[in-house]
C-alpha cells in the first residue's frame, strides 16, 4: 500500500465513532461494566460473572483466541513463573490456588483485549465504576468531613483508585462521544461523580497520580502533533525542564512541601516503615521468594508483627503498599525482573503508540493507564493479583499495545489491531 493512496484514511475508531450510534456497542460496554463491578467487588458469585462473560469466548468468531503470540511472552512469563513459585512455596496449596486465579484473570483480559475495542472498552469502564461508586455512595450513610469514605470496600485507597479510573477514562469518553448531548447527558455526570468520590476518599496516592497521568497524557498528546522536526526541540524543552527542576529541588526542600500539601507525615503514614520491613523480609529469599501470596499468612512471624504493629486484627487485605516490593518478598528477583520488564514495555511501547497514532484517544488511554499503574506501584500494589481491576485493565493494556502495527500514512499514521 503507497502512502499516497491511504493519505486521507482516518484510524478506524475514528470513522466508527461517527457513523454508529453510540448504543451499537451496548452489549459490549455491558459486559465490560459488569466485569469492572465484578472485580471491585468481587466475591464467589462475582468473580464466577466475570468467568462466564469471557472464558466460553475462547474459541472466537471460528478461531481461538489463546494461541501462541510474540504478544503474550511476558505475561504468561509472569503467570507460569507465578505458578511455579508453589513448588518452592512455604504454603504451596494457597500459592498455586493464587496463581492459577491470577492466571485466570490475565486469561480473560487477553480475550477481552482481543475482541473489545478500545473505544468500547472505554465506555464499558466508565460505567462500571459508575455503577460501583454509585453503590458506594449510596450504601456508605452520612459521609463525615473528617472521615473518609470507604464504602463497602473497607480502604479509602480503593475508593480512591476506582475514582481516579473511573475519572480519567470518563474524561477520555467526554471527547470519544461524538454528540454533544452524550457529553454533556453521559460522560460530564461520569466525571463529577467520580471526582466526587475521589475527593471523599481522600487518598493522597490517587490524587497525585491522576494529576500525574494527566499531565503525561496531555505532554504526549501535544507532542504527537508536533512535526518530527519540532519534536527534536520539545525533547530538548523537556530535558531542559528536567534539569531545572532537579536544581530548584537541591535547594528547596519540595519532598517536605509535596508531604505538607498532601497531608502525609515523613514515615508516609507508616509505609517506610513497611518497606524497610519487606526489604529484610525478602532477603530471607532474595532468589525465589516465599512463593505468591505465601508471606500474608497467620503464624508467619513476620507478617504478625506487621498486623499486630498496624493493629490489623482480621490478619487481612494488607501489603507491603509498594508492587516491586511485595513481588520481591513473594517471587524473589527473579519474578521481580518479569515485573520490571512488563512494566517498562508497557509504558514505552504505549509511549510509541502514542507518538505514531498522531495522538488518537485509544494511545492517550494506553499511556495514561500504563503510567498510572507506574506511578502507584511506588505506595500501592494494585496489579499483583491474584484478582481485582488492577490485573484486568493492566493486561487489557499490555496485549493492546503488544499486537498493535503501525502503518504509515504519508504526512499522518493510524494503528491497525492484529487480526484474529
Request: net charge positive.
Amino acid at each position: 500500500m503507497n502512502a499516497q493512496k491511504h493519505k486521507f484514511i482516518k484510524p478506524v475508531w475514528q470513522v466508527r465513532e461517527k457513523t454508529e450510534p453510540f448504543m451499537a456497542d451496548f452489549p459490549a460496554m455491558l459486559a465490560v461494566a459488569a466485569s469492572i463491578v465484578a472485580m471491585i467487588f468481587l466475591g464467589q458469585a462475582f468473580i464466577l460473572l466475570l468467568y462466564a462473560l469471557w472464558l466460553p469466548k475462547i474459541y472466537y468468531k471460528g478461531q481461538w483466541i489463546i494461541k501462541p503470540r510474540a504478544m503474550m511472552i511476558l505475561p504468561v512469563a509472569i503467570a507460569l513463573y507465578s505458578m511455579m513459585s508453589a513448588i518452592w512455596s512455604v504454603h504451596p496449596g494457597l500459592t498455586l490456588r493464587a496463581a492459577v486465579q491470577f492466571g485466570s484473570v490475565i486469561c480473560c483480559a487477553l480475550i477481552i483485549s482481543r475482541i473489545v475495542r478500545p473505544n468500547i472498552f472505554i465506555k464499558g469502564l466508565t460505567l462500571g465504576m459508575c455503577i460501583a461508586l454509585g453503590f458506594i455512595l449510596l450504601t456508605s450513610g452520612s459521609i463525615q468531613a473528617e472521615s473518609a469514605l470507604t464504602g463497602g470496600l473497607g480502604s479509602k485507597n480503593q475508593v480512591g483508585a476506582n475514582a481516579q479510573i473511573g475519572f480519567y477514562s470518563a474524561l477520555l469518553c467526554f471527547f470519544l462521544l461524538g454528540k454533544y448531548w452524550q457529553k454533556f447527558l453521559i460522560a460530564l455526570p461520569a466525571i463529577l461523580l467520580c471526582g466526587l468520590c475521589l475527593i471523599l476518599s481522600q487518598s493522597a496516592t490517587a490524587i497525585v497520580s491522576l494529576l500525574a497521568i494527566i499531565i503525561i497524557s496531555l505532554a504526549g498528546y501535544l507532542l504527537a502533533k508536533l512535526s518530527k522536526q519540532l519534536r527534536i526541540f520539545a525533547y530538548m524543552a523537556l530535558f531542559l525542564l528536567m534539569v531545572a527542576t532537579t536544581a530548584i529541588s537541591s535547594s528547596v526542600n519540595l519532598e517536605e512541601i509535596g508531604l505538607k500539601a498532601t497531608g502525609k507525615d515523613v514515615t508516609l503514614t507508616g509505609r517506610t516503615y513497611l518497606w524497610e520491613e519487606g526489604i529484610k523480609a525478602g532477603m530471607e529469599n532474595p532468589i525465589l521468594g516465599y512463593g505468591l501470596g505465601a508471606f500474608w499468612i497467620p503464624g508467619n512471624p513476620e507478617a504478625e508483627k506487621i498486623w499486630y504493629k498496624f493493629r490489623i486484627y482480621s490478619k487481612s487485605g494488607f501489603h507491603f503498599h509498594n508492587l516491586f516490593i511485595n513481588i520481591f518478598v513473594e517471587l524473589g528477583v527473579i519474578g521481580l525482573a518479569l515485573w520490571l520488564l512488563m512494566y517498562l514495555y508497557s509504558c514505552a511501547k504505549s509511549v510509541r503508540c502514542l507518538l505514531k497514532s498522531n495522538g488518537s484517544i485509544e494511545s492517550v488511554f494506553y499511556v495514561g493507564i500504563s503510567f498510572m499503574y507506574l506511578i502507584r506501584s511506588i505506595s500501592e500494589s494494585d496489579t499483583g493479583g491474584p484478582y481485582g481491576v488492577g490485573p484486568l485493565l493492566f493486561f487489557y493494556i499490555a496485549f493492546r499495545i503488544a499486537s498493535q502495527n503501525t502503518l504509515s500514512t504519508g504526512n499522518k499514521s493510524m494503528i491497525r489491531q492484529e487480526k484474529l
